[in-house]
């Protein structure tokens, strides 16, 4: 418990005094020092969270969340579809196929991935029923094509445009085996918000494109869509098990290499910004040190009336603990404020100097995400809190171990 003496002391040793100037400053430097660190810490940390969730937004919102893969071209059996337990945990279920081409046009040639979709599963998509989706949602028929919009931009195209693609699949014929060439008619244009995939994927007709790679009904994949595609992992035991003689991955373990980077990047920088706090907390044990040094004939005075030692111990421990504490809470306002506000902060100050902060072209997104997370905003207080707790020991111990006599001795 702490006595009414020793608040009262506590709090005249942090009222300011002129002859306190270089104290006064320390303490002030220390208290923005943990506030700014606290606030950098949860921006930042905000600002990852608001990537990650928007990047797997992006992710799962174009792709399938779980895919069944037949082996050596077994035919996935239709009857296991009506599992009760995959009903209760999809919403989709979709048969589809997919390979690489490439698509000419004019005398520019591109790589890209053919997924190819029934016309009644395509509608489906999320990505079709999109606000960016431009052109007939309801149409994927025969050697019609549908392409991403930064794909059209590429290559020039619009919709109602002719573009050859050719397939990696050869034909036979008296001079060799030479490569398949279709014309396909652009019917729609998508916009996934992730330039890779709209750039590098296109929508055609599931019969169409079996014909054009020389696949078969065994080779097509089942492409499941989660009612909750964010608990990822427990479901996909569930489609394992009622797929056990297949390849069953998400849309987790495509993107495994990205998301270990992602996870590994905000690691590194929660500990490089909590050396900020670090650094700053370390300016309390310069000012309780000169605090004590100042304070050296009260404390002393203090001890002749018979204050205890702990009692000084907590007097000193509590002045170090307030400032942490205050500057926590001053940091976590802060940091909250601009979290709340950095995407109108940015745009701000791109109009003003005229540059961008934020490019869509290496981000993939054109807003700047903010992700405010309470598990983090406590993280980074508690560990705040607890760093001012430990520098507040020491120089708080030493006030304790001053001898009375020798302090009074020269006044």
Same mark, same amino acid.
Request: no cysteine.
């Given at each position: 418990? *702490?006595?009414?003496?020793?608040?009262?002391?506590?709090?005249?040793?942090?009222?300011?005094?002129?002859? $306190?100037?270089?104290?006064?400053?320390? #303490?002030?430097?220390?208290?923005?020092?943990?506030?700014?660190?606290?606030?950098?810490?949860?921006?930042?940390?905000?600002?990852?969270?608001?990537? !990650?969730?928007?990047?797997?937004?992006?992710?799962?919102?174009?792709?399938?969340?779980?895919?069944?893969?037949?082996?050596?071209?077994?035919?996935?059996?239709?009857?296991?579809?009506? /599992?009760?337990? &995959?009903?209760?945990?999809?919403?989709?279920?979709?048969?589809?196929?997919? +390979?690489?081409?490439?698509?000419?046009? !004019?005398?520019? #040639? %591109?790589?890209?991935?053919?997924?190819?979709?029934?016309?009644? $599963?395509?509608?489906?998509?999320?990505? *079709?029923?999109?606000?960016?989706?431009?052109?007939?949602?309801?149409?994927?028929?025969?050697?019609?094509?549908?392409?991403?919009?930064?794909?059209?931009?590429?290559?020039?195209?619009?919709?109602?445009?002719?573009?050859?693609?050719?397939?990696?699949?050869?034909?036979?014929?008296?001079? +060799?085996?030479?490569?398949?060439?279709?014309?396909?008619?652009?019917?729609? &244009?998508?916009?996934?918000?992730?330039? $890779?995939?709209?750039?590098?994927?296109?929508?055609?007709?599931? $019969?169409?494109?079996?014909?054009?790679? /020389? &696949?078969?009904?065994?080779?097509?994949?089942?492409?499941?869509?989660?009612?909750?595609?964010?608990?990822?992992?427990?479901? %996909?035991?569930?489609?394992?098990?009622?797929?056990?003689?297949?390849?069953?991955?998400?849309?987790?373990?495509?993107?495994?290499?990205?998301?270990?980077?992602?996870?590994?990047?905000?690691?590194?920088?929660?500990?490089?910004?909590?050396?900020?706090?670090?650094?700053?907390?370390?300016?309390?044990?310069?000012? &309780?040190?000169?605090?004590?040094? /100042? %304070?050296?004939?009260?404390?002393?005075?203090?001890?002749?009336?018979?204050?205890?030692?702990?009692?000084?111990? %907590?007097?000193?421990?509590?002045?170090?603990?307030?400032?942490?504490?205050?500057?926590?809470?001053?940091?976590?306002?802060?940091?909250?404020?601009?979290?709340?506000?950095?995407?109108?902060?940015?745009?701000?100050?791109?109009? *003003?100097?005229?540059?961008?902060?934020?490019?869509?072209?290496?981000?993939?997104? =054109?807003?700047?995400?903010?992700?405010?997370?309470?598990? =983090?905003?406590?993280?980074?207080?508690?560990?705040?809190?607890?760093?001012?707790?430990?520098?507040?020991?020491?120089?708080?111990?030493?006030?304790?171990?001053?001898?009375?006599?020798?302090?009074?001795?020269?006044?």
């Amino acid at each position: 418990m *702490i006595s009414t003496l020793e608040k009262e002391i506590t709090f005249r040793f942090l009222k300011a005094r002129k002859k $306190d100037g270089f104290l006064n400053v320390i #303490s002030i430097f220390s208290f923005i020092g943990i506030g700014l660190g606290v606030a950098v810490l949860i921006i930042v940390m905000s600002v990852m969270n608001g990537f !990650r969730t928007e990047l797997i937004n992006k992710i799962v919102g174009f792709n399938a969340h779980i895919t069944v893969k037949p082996y050596e071209k077994k035919y996935i059996n239709p009857a296991r579809f009506s /599992n009760v337990q &995959l009903n209760s945990i999809s919403k989709n279920l979709m048969l589809s196929n997919s +390979g690489e081409a490439i698509i000419i046009q !004019r005398n520019i #040639s %591109k790589g890209i991935v053919l997924r190819g979709y029934t016309q009644n $599963d395509f509608s489906k998509l999320d990505i *079709i029923n999109d606000e960016g989706f431009a052109g007939d949602r309801n149409n994927l028929k025969k050697n019609y094509i549908s392409i991403g919009k930064e794909l059209s931009f590429t290559l020039g195209l619009k919709i109602g445009d002719d573009v050859t693609i050719m397939s990696s699949s050869g034909i036979e014929t008296v001079i +060799g085996s030479l490569p398949k060439k279709k014309i396909f008619t652009v019917v729609s &244009l998508f916009e996934s918000g992730l330039a $890779d995939f709209d750039n590098n994927i296109a929508f055609v007709n599931l $019969d169409t494109l079996d014909e054009f790679f /020389n &696949l078969t009904e065994n080779d097509r994949n089942l492409e499941i869509y989660l009612k909750n595609p964010q608990n990822i992992e427990n479901q %996909k035991i569930i489609v394992e098990k009622i797929f056990p003689e297949e390849f069953v991955f998400s849309w987790a373990d495509t993107n495994s290499s990205l998301f270990s980077a992602l996870k590994v990047e905000r690691n590194v920088m929660f500990i490089i910004l909590t050396l900020i706090i670090i650094v700053a907390a370390f300016n309390i044990i310069s000012g &309780l040190t000169i605090l004590v040094k /100042n %304070k050296t004939r009260d404390i002393a005075i203090l001890k002749s009336i018979g204050v205890l030692n702990k009692s000084i111990v %907590k007097i000193f421990f509590l002045v170090g603990v307030i400032i942490g504490t205050s500057a926590t809470i001053f940091g976590i306002l802060l940091g909250v404020i601009f979290s709340m506000y950095i995407e109108n902060l940015r745009q701000f100050l791109s109009d *003003i100097f005229n540059i961008s902060l934020f490019p869509e072209e290496i981000y993939f997104l =054109s807003t700047m995400p903010s992700e405010i997370n309470p598990s =983090s905003i406590f993280l980074i207080s508690l560990f705040s809190i607890l760093i001012t707790i430990i520098v507040s020991i020491f120089p708080a111990l030493k006030a304790a171990k001053l001898d009375p006599v020798q302090s009074l001795k020269y006044e």
